[in-house]
């Protein structure tokens, strides 16, 4: 009689998880509950985090959280549905309508969430026998869409504007380069005018992520496509794409991960809506956000933040697990960013900035983070 199913299962698993914590790539989850802005409790103890993406301090705002309670209550937990077919409860339109407008485009779309508006957008605007040109750092969902697409994909060296020209060349139906806005894991930002000037010359649409940049860099973007997330800055969860009425109409039908998925829960939506609000109506939010990373940068001396993303580079996976334990010793929790999510050789501490944090706060990080350095 043979192993069964499972045994042999799990036996692959181990041998792939030994070989994983060998090299430091394992990962793990801790428990770890929120306590109010920008503090969060880990085995018993309070540690000011530096490594969420809750750049405004909205996620914990209770503005915010009473509209999710409030949504939940008049509109019940779930939509029961995808949007297509009985799920479309009317705050997702609320919710789309001030998205276009803060993003300045015709209209907007909510998708369950950025990672689901990415690989259903990629693939419903160009597909087999097109091409994709996309920067060799931006997020998995971005690569993943392009792969699920079937166009030919071709990777640019990260931010190489003039090496866009090189790779946009050839004759193809239709031609679409995708980057992020403001980098999630280097906090640098794309050459937009640059990649869009590449994209006019060689008959190809620019699309752009905005996860990071929303609600806290201001940035002129040219770009026809405009995805990004609700679950940083704006504190809750869902994803959006901005774009051309025409466009959001076409998402509507094709994306597959729009037409076959279940909507967002009222709540989420209910969040959304008034975070939304308060991110227009306090832009003194971000401002500050962007304050506390430039603060950081400048006492670590390292380059001068351009977001709230400031990189710690370390290199080896096994120094950024033993340097964001020396900072968790401290009171601080700033996760060790290892690959694959970042490139070979490549680990780091990825320190976020909020509107939450105390500058107090920020100096005593920069000190610890100072030392580590050394
Ligand atoms: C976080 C992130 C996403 C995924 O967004 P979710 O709403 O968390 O699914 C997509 N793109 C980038 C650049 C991100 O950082």
Redesign the pocket.
């Known amino acids: 009689m043979g192993q069964s199913q499972s045994d042999s299962l799990a036996a692959f698993a181990a041998e792939r998880l030994a070989r994983l914590e060998k090299e430091g790539l394992r990962r793990e989850l801790h428990a770890t509950s929120r306590h109010g802005a920008a503090a969060v409790k880990r085995g018993g103890r309070r540690l000011i985090s530096f490594c969420d993406?809750d750049y405004l301090g909205l996620a914990s705002d209770p503005r915010v959280a009473r509209a999710a309670a409030d949504a939940a209550l008049a509109h019940g937990a779930g939509a029961g549905a995808a949007r297509l077919v009985t799920g479309d409860c009317p705050l997702n339109a609320e919710v789309e309508t001030k998205l276009a407008a803060m993003k300045q485009m015709p209209a907007a779309r909510v998708f369950g969430?950025?990672?689901?508006a990415?690989i259903g957008t990629i693939p419903a605007v160009v597909g087999p026998g097109d091409l994709i040109v996309i920067d060799h750092l931006a997020?998995s969902?971005?690569h993943t869409g392009a792969r699920l697409s079937g166009a030919e994909v071709r990777v640019l060296p990260h931010n190489y504007a003039e090496q866009a020209h090189k790779l946009l060349e050839g004759d193809f139906p239709r031609k679409l380069l995708v980057t992020?806005t403001v980098f999630?894991m280097d906090g640098d930002i794309a050459p937009l005018a640059a990649l869009s000037a590449a994209c006019d010359e060689h008959g190809a649409w620019l699309m752009t992520?905005d996860?990071?940049g929303f609600g806290v860099v201001k940035l002129d973007n040219p770009a026809p496509i405009q995805s990004g997330?609700l679950?940083?800055a704006a504190g809750g969860?869902?994803?959006y794409v901005a774009g051309s009425r025409e466009l959001i109409d076409l998402l509507t039908s094709r994306a597959r991960s729009f037409v076959y998925a279940t909507g967002l829960p009222p709540a989420v939506l209910g969040a959304a809506s008034v975070a939304l609000d308060i991110m227009q109506a306090e832009p003194e939010r971000g401002a500050r956000a962007m304050a506390h990373a430039r603060l950081f940068s400048e006492l670590v001396g390292l380059h001068a933040a351009k977001s709230a993303i400031v990189p710690v580079l370390l290199g080896d996976a096994h120094r950024a697990m033993r340097a964001s334990a020396a900072l968790e010793a401290k009171g601080f929790l700033v996760t060790a960013i290892r690959p694959p999510t970042v490139p070979d050789g490549m680990a780091r501490l990825r320190v976020t900035f909020s509107a939450a944090h105390e500058e107090a706060d920020v100096r005593r990080l920069a000190e610890a983070v100072s030392e580590i350095r050394k």
């Open positions: 993406n969430s950025g990672y689901l990415n997020h969902c971005l992020e999630s992520d996860a990071h997330t679950s940083k969860y869902g994803g």
